[in-house]
C-alpha cells in the first residue's frame, strides 16, 4: 500500500540519498554534483507555496517528488514539480503515483497547467511516463543536457493543462 504525504523535516535524512543516486548517475537532472545534504536540502525540501512530499510503503521511504509555481507573480498560475523515485524500486508505479497526485494538487490548488522545464530526451521511462499522465513536449531544446554516455542531449518543455 504506497502512501503519499507532505515531506516531514524527519525524511531529508532518507530522502537525500535518493537525490544522491539520482544525481550522481547524471542521466535526468543537472543539479550540481557532489552536494552535501544541508547544500541539497533548500533546493528539494519546498517552502510554501511549493510543496514536498514522500511516498512511502511499509515504513520505507521510495520516492519523493517537489511541486510548486513555475515562474512568480504573473507566472504564477502555472505549476511545475520534479521527481525522484529510489533506483532500486524504480518501474513499480511510484512514479506514476507520484505523478498523478502532482496533478491531482496543481488541479485541486487552482493552478492552471503544469510545465515541466528539462525533461531529458533519452530519459524514456520519464518521458513515456508523463505522456501517459497527459503531458505533451512542446519544444526540446537542442543540445542543452551532457548525459554521460549520449553526449549532448535536448531538453523537452513538456505540458499540459489541469
Ligand atoms: C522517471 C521516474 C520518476 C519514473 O518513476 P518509476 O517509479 O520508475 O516509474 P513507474 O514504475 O511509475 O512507471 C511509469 C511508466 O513508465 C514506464 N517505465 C518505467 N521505467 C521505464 C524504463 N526504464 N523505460 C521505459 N519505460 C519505463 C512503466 O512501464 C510505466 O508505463 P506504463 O504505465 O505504460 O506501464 C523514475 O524512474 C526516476 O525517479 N528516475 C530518475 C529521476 C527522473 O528521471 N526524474 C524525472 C525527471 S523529468
Redesign the pocket.
Known amino acids: 500500500m504506497l502512501e503519499i504525504r507532505a515531506a516531514r523535516d524527519q525524511d531529508w535524512p532518507d530522502i537525500f540519498p535518493i537525490f544522491s543516486a539520482?544525481v550522481a548517475a547524471g542521466r535526468?537532472?543537472a543539479y550540481p554534483e557532489g552536494l552535501t545534504a544541508a547544500q541539497a536540502r533548500p533546493l528539494w525540501m519546498e517552502e510554501p507555496p511549493g510543496r514536498t512530499v514522500v511516498a512511502v510503503a511499509d515504513g520505507t521511504l521510495l520516492?519523493s517528488a517537489k511541486m510548486g509555481p513555475n515562474r512568480p507573480g504573473r507566472g504564477a498560475h502555472v505549476a511545475t514539480a520534479?521527481?525522484?523515485?529510489d533506483p532500486q524500486?524504480?518501474?513499480?508505479?511510484?512514479?506514476?503515483?507520484?505523478g498523478a497526485h502532482v496533478v491531482e494538487w496543481a488541479r485541486a490548488a487552482g493552478y492552471r497547467s503544469i510545465q515541466?522545464n528539462a525533461?531529458?530526451e533519452t530519459?524514456?521511462?520519464?518521458v513515456?511516463?508523463?505522456r501517459?499522465l497527459g503531458f505533451e513536449v512542446l519544444a526540446t531544446v537542442p543540445e542543452a543536457f551532457d548525459h554521460p554516455e549520449h553526449g549532448l542531449v535536448g531538453l523537452h518543455v513538456m505540458h499540459r493543462y489541469v
Open positions: 539520482v535526468t537532472y520516492g520534479s521527481f525522484m523515485v524500486h524504480q518501474g513499480r508505479g511510484v512514479g506514476r503515483a507520484l515541466f525533461v531529458v530519459n524514456t521511462a520519464a513515456h511516463l508523463w501517459r
